[in-house]
């Protein structure tokens, strides 16, 4: 691509490359139904752009590092936690959505933004905070995401919430959308989601199978020999030997968890590009109203991740270790949630202010679901601790 001619990218030129580069099926910035409050575009950033910038500064962001993926932050350093999950997600995406034509910064927004919502202790968490919420509005970690992202991050004073584009609101909500879980009209449920929404739902799985494994054998969970009844690990094992005789350890295995990757992604490229031809999709409107997802795995594919995926809930996420940390958190939080609808004095002032317009459990609801594992430890040896400093 030649230098522009006063050696500056504006938005204008960038949004041009993408008319240019980009698949027709893939979603231009320029078209986007634009932001809740209007707001005047940025000189040198596009609005997806701009969307996943918002994204990385927000509270909530950053708040992931120390939220389980599956181990509690506290069993150790390299284990995933929710936002390296995140970024290998968006890590995944970029090369998919770069292979596709897709929009690479919107599948970046959606990478870094859909666990936003996640409570501390992972799935555990988001169980309680479920069934305590049961009579009051419910909870789900991608209806929080967008609470957080249209209410409760204040960051500006113009609007409250990151001001994001519709696209990545509406993605959001359609992020493993459920059969049962009715969508607003303002997001069209009659709408198929975008193709780069398709890819990060598929991008997550790839990661979260693959890191599982990873992080799973070196903390004891399981052996490679338990995993030589999985297909996948089996293929992986053979070709590892193939290209590295007399290779072990830590580097085989991290070669192994590397080309499986590998031959997912691959698999989910090829698998997507034969769907557009055979679906015939020639644009974002082919895209929404399609009848079946675009984007997927080839059916060999799906059974053999299928075959990973029951192999890790019997072993790693029914591990006693694993159910045992599951029941503390639960225990956790139903124990401070009770807490503080007890008495709500006990919340800080911005939040007492929210509880009086949003209702008391909606608003203990949003601020136990925004706090880390070791924040909601600490909240938790504060009330039940008589002997801890407060």
Known sequence: MSAPQNGIFTREEIEAREERSLAPYGMRSRESHGRRF??????YRTAFQRDRDRIVHSSAFRRLEYKTQVFVNHEGDHFRTRLTHEMEVAQISRTVARALGLNEDLCEALALIHDLGHTPFGHAGQDAMQELMKDHGGFEHNLQSLRIVETLERRYPDFPGLNLTWEVRESILKHKVKRDQP?????????????????VDLADSIAYDHHDVDDSLPAGFITEEDLAEVELWRIASAEVAKRYPGIDGKTARRQKVRFLIDLAVTDLIRTTAGSLR???????????????????????????KGEL?????????????????????????????????RNPGQLPPEFQSWAREAGTERAVCDYIAGMTDRFAQEEYLKFFQPFERV
């Open 38 to 43: 209007p707001e005047p575009e940025h000189a």
């Open 183 to 199: 969508l607003p009209d303002e997001y069209r449920p009659d709408w198929a989601p975008l193709l780069e929404a398709q890819v």
């Open 278 to 304: 055979a679906q015939k999709i020639a644009s974002i409107d082919d895209v929404r109203t399609a009848k079946s997802a675009v984007a997927g795995f080839s059916k060999e594919m799906e059974a053999r």
């Open 309 to 341: 995926q029951v192999f890790l809930n019997a072993r790693v996420y029914r591990h006693h270790r694993v159910l045992r940390m599951q029941e503390r958190a639960k225990r956790f939080l139903r124990d401070i949630f009770h807490e503080y609808v």
